[in-house]
């Protein structure tokens, strides 16, 4: 049974040196680590992580990286694949822990993998959770500013149940997987090698054009996208400045209002429709002045797409996707499953632009794209999907 609450040790929120010397010794020697992570997405410019929670067979922490810790030795744990380390649903962890530390998982064991594997309808934490093991998850903190501190009691709570009950959730997981064929193991394997070996790009700078994938943004007039462009990159300046997500300066669709009246003073401006109060008095004179020097610009110019990049190449590609994408979902409800547990969209989207499409299974497996199993076990229904375009 998982272990109340108040059996947590009173150092657990690891935000000193001292501290983080008694937790490696007290995690020392356990094969099982669970890990999960919180970040602060939609309270800050450009998101960190700023918890790591872990917890033993014996004991939950909180690691703070936000303090002056070195979690230096602790990171090369995570890369240790001697030691399992169990998340639930790890992919944004993954990237996270790649991004701003270097991290590459190994020994990564997922139980949202093993419970999709398995056909579970409901694969959020609270849901297997209650589940199998009978606690329900208070789930109210979820959006919480983790950045913040100090952080309340409620919060760290939150934070610690999203490791606490992970370790017996696996217990019960492997329990039903041990009555599965090979090829539920095989693609809970095949998943969690596409996790551990995820690419994870740098962040690129911010495009100056980027206003035009605003809802509304191609249907303004050039002038009007004059406008919308210089409003645009002034919110990301000001949301940098201020780390601040872009939507808590103004939001998008006060951006298009603006562009669409083009204000030409400050009383025009506060009169703008859907334009709040608190925004016009806050940002007025800041948004005038872009907007009148956005005005000594010349319209702008929207490149179009050359006529070439929409021919039929790129249509018989299309259809050879939704073959593929009606063939996997078709597969995975006679299990039932995840259709990206048959085959994941990236290798899905490959196998539909490779040209000329294989037509044997030789010619499939010259592609690189499916392991031997995969192709031993759908190899012959993915080819008659690909070859249905061309009869």
């Known amino acids: 049974m998982p272990r109340s609450s108040k059996d947590s040790s009173p150092e657990w929120l690891i935000d000193d040196e001292a501290k983080f010397e008694r937790f490696l010794d007290a995690i020392d020697g356990h094969d099982w680590l669970a890990v999960d992570t919180e970040a602060n997405p939609m309270h800050a410019y450009r998101e960190r992580v700023?918890?790591?929670?872990?917890?033993?067979?014996?004991?939950?922490?909180?690691?703070?990286?936000?303090?002056?810790v070195d979690l230096e030795p602790f990171l090369d744990l995570l890369s240790n694949p001697g030691i399992a380390k169990i998340f639930h649903d790890a992919e944004y962890?993954?990237?996270?822990?790649?991004?701003?530390?270097?991290?590459?998982?190994?020994?990564?064991?997922?139980?949202?993998?093993?419970?999709v594997a398995l056909g579970e309808s409901q694969v959020g934490l609270a849901s297997l959770v209650e589940r199998y093991l009978g606690v329900k998850l208070d789930k109210r903190y979820q959006r919480s500013n983790w950045g913040?501190?100090?952080?309340?009691?409620?919060?760290?709570?939150y934070a610690k149940n999203d490791t606490r009950y992970l370790i017996p959730l696996v217990d019960e997981l492997e329990a039903k997987l041990d009555d599965c064929d090979e090829l539920v193991h095989l693609e809970i394997d095949s998943e969690i090698h596409r996790l551990e070996n995820l690419v994870v790009p740098e962040r690129e700078p911010v495009d100056p054009e980027g206003f035009l994938k605003l809802k509304g943004a191609r249907s303004l007039n050039p002038e009007q996208q004059r406008?919308?462009?210089?409003?645009?990159?002034?919110?990301?300046?000001?949301?940098?400045?201020?780390?601040?997500?872009?939507?808590?300066?103004?939001?998008?669709?006060?951006l298009i209002a603006l562009a669409k009246h083009g204000p030409t003073s400050r009383k025009s401006l506060a009169d703008t429709p859907g334009l709040p109060p608190s925004i016009a008095q806050r940002h007025g004179a800041a948004l005038q002045k872009v907007?009148?020097?956005?005005?000594k610009?010349?319209?702008?110019?929207?490149?179009?797409?050359?006529?070439?990049?929409?021919?039929?190449w790129q249509r018989d590609e299309r259809e050879a996707l939704d073959r593929l994408k009606r063939w996997r979902k078709h597969r995975a409800d006679l299990r039932p499953t995840d259709p990206s547990h048959i085959l994941n969209r990236e290798v899905m989207e490959e196998l539909a632009r490779f040209s000329p499409a294989p037509r044997?299974?030789?010619?499939?497996?010259?592609?690189?794209?499916?392991?031997?199993?995969?192709?031993?076990?759908?190899?012959?229904?993915?080819?008659?999907?690909?070859?249905?375009g061309a009869r």
Not at 59 to 65: A, E, Q, S, V
Not at 291 to 295: G, H, I, N, P, Q
Not at 297 to 306: A, C, D, G, M
Not at 363 to 382: C, D, F, V
């Open 297 to 312: 610009l010349p319209p702008y110019q929207v490149e179009k797409p050359t006529k070439k990049s929409k021919d039929r």
């Open 227 to 254: 406008l919308l462009r210089e409003i645009w990159n002034w919110r990301e300046r000001e949301s940098e400045k201020r780390d601040l997500p872009p939507f808590k300066v103004i939001g998008n669709t006060q």
């Open 93 to 115: 962890d993954t990237i996270q822990l790649r991004r701003h530390f270097g991290v590459q998982l190994r020994g990564l064991v997922d139980t949202q993998v093993m419970a």
């Open 50 to 68: 700023c918890l790591i929670q872990v917890s033993s067979e014996a004991d939950d922490f909180i690691l703070d990286p936000i303090s002056e």
């Open 148 to 157: 913040m501190r100090p952080l309340g009691e409620g919060q760290l709570e």
């Open 291 to 295: 907007l009148d020097e956005a005005r």
């Open 360 to 388: 044997s299974l030789r010619e499939l497996a010259a592609t690189g794209l499916l392991e031997r199993w995969r192709l031993g076990a759908y190899g012959q229904e993915i080819l008659a999907a690909l070859q249905a």
